[in-house]
T-cell receptor, first 108, second 114 residues
Framework: GQQVMQIPQYQHVQEGEDFTTYCNSSTTLSNIQWYKQRPGGHPVFLIQLVKSGEVKKQKRLTFQFGEAKKNSSLHITATQTTDVGTYFCAAYGNKLVFGAGTILRVKS | NAGVTQTPKFRILKIGQSMTLQCAQDMNHNYMYWYRQDPGMGLKLIYYSVGAGITDKGEVPNGYNVSRSTTEDFPLRLELAAPSQTSVYFC?????????????FGEGSWLTVV
């Protein structure tokens, strides 16, 4: 079945540093979604990318879909303590498959 | 709208006991899902349903059962609880499946089997 691989598994950054998580697939994706889960919370939808090469921004977050639609990235500029949590990518095959997630910790 | 509501939020079970995790959504979504999330890990799909009366297995269905008698409700039954079922369980729903549809999660049910 379809799988999405997410790296890194864990990242610990100093507040103000940038952060990037990557999501890769061996197959072409029709779309990709990103979710954020705060510690002790539930996953919450952030954004969906559909078009090849698409770039979307939400304040300090930049989401990108690769030209071949096989990879995606989430970049956070100047991290803040409110950014802590786990970031998941998810993609549809015959059902939505989640990556393993990247845990972000921010030192203040 | 309350969204996706799960009960109980916390539960401790003894090995061999059974229980049902309740899930209800008020968004008139066709699709409903149960995921489990082990500490520090990703989400694994247990069962899903595409509509009332229709359910299907996900990645990790063993030890669980589901039913979908109404559009709103999707309970998850644990039979003969085992320590390996200690996890956080998330119920979720979506209007449909595929491109363009986002998944809405409940707040989770923390289950410990001792």
């Amino acid at each position: 079945g379809q799988q999405v691989m997410q790296i890194p598994q864990y990242q610990h950054v100093q507040e103000g540093e940038d952060f990037t998580t990557y999501c890769n697939s061996s197959t072409t994706l029709s779309n990709i979604q990103w979710y954020k889960q705060r510690p002790g919370g539930h996953p919450v939808f952030l954004i969906q990318l559909v078009k090849s090469g698409e770039v979307k921004k939400q304040k300090r977050l930049t989401f990108q879909f690769g030209e071949a639609k096989k990879n995606s990235s989430l970049h956070i500029t100047a991290t803040q303590t409110t950014d802590v949590g786990t970031y998941f990518c998810a993609a549809y095959g015959n059902k939505l498959v989640f990556g393993a997630g990247t845990i972000l910790r921010v030192k203040s | 709208n309350a969204g996706v509501t799960q009960t109980p939020k916390f539960r401790i079970l003894k090995i061999g006991q059974s229980m049902t995790l309740q899930c209800a959504q008020d968004m008139n979504h066709n699709y409903m899902y149960w995921y489990r999330q082990d500490p520090g890990m990703g989400l694994k799909l247990i069962y899903y349903s595409v509509g009332a009366g229709i359910t299907d297995k996900g990645e990790v269905p063993n030890g669980y059962n589901v039913s979908r008698s109404t559009t709103e409700d999707f309970p998850l039954r644990l039979e003969l609880a085992a320590p390996s079922q200690t996890s956080v369980y998330f119920c979720a729903s979506s209007y449909s499946q595929g491109r363009g549809n986002t998944i809405y999660f409940g707040e989770g049910s923390w289950l410990t089997v001792v």
